[in-house]
Every structure is written in C-alpha cells, then in structure tokens.
C-alpha cells in the first residue's frame, strides 16, 4: 500500500525554470492538498482540491498553480521559480476535511 | 475563523519525564483538533484527534490528548519520554461547518534528553 506518493523527492532549479511536482494516491481520497515547509513556519497550505476537476487557493498560492485532472493525481506548478520558492513541499490527501490527512514524504526543491 | 497556537517552539525534556506540548485553538464553531508527529526527512503522521466523541483522547505511541473547551486547549502529553519521541509536533484544526481549509501550528520540536 503506496499511500501518498510525491516525486521528485529532491530538485534543485535556477531561477525563472519551470517544473511540476506530482502527487499520487492510491486510497481513493477526495481531497487533496499541497503544503510548504518552512523553518519557523510550520505547514503553510498552498491550493488543495475537494475533487477531480476542482482546485482552490490556500494560504500562500502566489507563484503556483495546480490541476487535478484525475482523482489519484493533484500537480503543483512552478511556471516561473523564485528563490522564495526554496522549501518543502508535502502532498497529502483525506477522504473527507473532517477526517486525518495521510501526507507524502515530501520533495526537497532548491532554487538558485 | 479559526487558528491554532502551539506555545513554545522547542521544548526539552529528560528520558523518562513528562512530555507536555501545548496547543490551544480558535474557533467559533465545534472543532475537529489533531496532532501529528514529524520525523526527520519524513511527511506527518497522525498521533491522535478528537473528533467529539470524548475529550481524553488516547493516541499511538503513548501519547493523549485532552479536549478543555473552556480553556480552548487540546495539549498532548505523554508520561515519560522515550529517546524516539524526539520529533516535531504539529497540532491541526478544521471545523464543521464553513471554510473547507485546515490549519497546523508552527511546531514544536521535542527534545529527549539522555
């Protein structure tokens, strides 16, 4: 049982490059979510989606964007990477809000 | 609106002490509350949450939970610490109704003193 599952686990891009972080889940879960880690900050969410098909703004959605085509799958877009942009990123998923969230082990992302 | 506070960013305790991780929480709605556990290099665990049914609240590891309503608190202890309880600590809280986002604290880093 794969759970959530985050790739790349590291990237490290110059600035203004572009990638895609991709988040996979196998337990059918309807929401999910994409967060940064930072030191002192704690989890801070980016976008999340309650379904396929649906995406909606977090905490600190400057600078991302995100699409959910499929259940299993939720990607997080850098079109453009800023130094600010340093951090982890964690996908994590859950049934229903109510319910825990099951997270990924995180990707590493540098950018010089 | 609602929020979440963890008092105290890192907390330090000897093996075999109390642990006591503080947590209160803002709501103007009955709340969802949860801690999870974060090892290093790894993603969030759940340890427990409250989901209404009673305020003590046992979790995995030895670790629980009391709901105070009153003192809008939802702090976690643990009655003596063991070496692989040094983690960070998150607390989490949703709501039942309205907004349909979920907040974390900023963490408390547990220290386990040999």
């Known amino acids: 049982n794969a759970g959530v599952t985050q790739t790349p686990k590291f990237r490290v891009l110059k600035t203004g490059q572009s990638m895609t972080l991709l988040c996979a889940q196998d337990?059918?879960?309807?929401?999910m979510y994409w967060y940064r880690q930072d030191p002192g900050m704690g989890l801070r969410l980016i976008h999340y989606s309650v379904g396929e098909g649906t995406t909606a703004k977090g905490e600190v959605p400057d600078g991302y964007n995100v699409s959910r085509l499929k259940k299993q799958n939720f990607l997080l877009g850098l079109e453009s990477a800023a130094p600010s942009q340093t951090s982890v990123y964690f996908c994590?998923?859950?049934?229903?809000?109510?319910?825990?969230?099951?997270f990924g082990d995180g990707t590493r992302l540098s950018i010089l | 609106a609602q929020s979440v506070t963890q008092l105290g960013s890192h907390v330090s305790v000897s093996e075999g002490a109390l642990v006591l991780l503080r947590c209160n929480y803002s709501s103007s709605v009955p709340p969802y509350l949860f801690w999870y556990v974060q090892y290093p290099n790894q993603g969030l665990q759940l340890l427990l949450k409250?989901?209404?049914?009673?305020?003590l609240v046992k979790g995995i590891n030895g670790f629980e939970a009391e709901f105070k309503k009153s003192e809008t608190s939802f702090h976690l202890t643990k009655p003596s610490a063991h070496m692989s309880d040094a983690a960070e600590y998150f607390c989490a809280v949703t709501a039942l109704k309205g907004g349909n986002q979920f907040y974390f604290g900023t963490g408390t880093s547990l220290t386990v003193i040999p």
């Open positions: 409250y989901t209404s049914a009673a305020t």
């Open positions: 337990m059918n879960h309807e929401y």
């Open positions: 994590a998923s859950s049934p229903t809000l109510r319910q825990p969230q099951h």
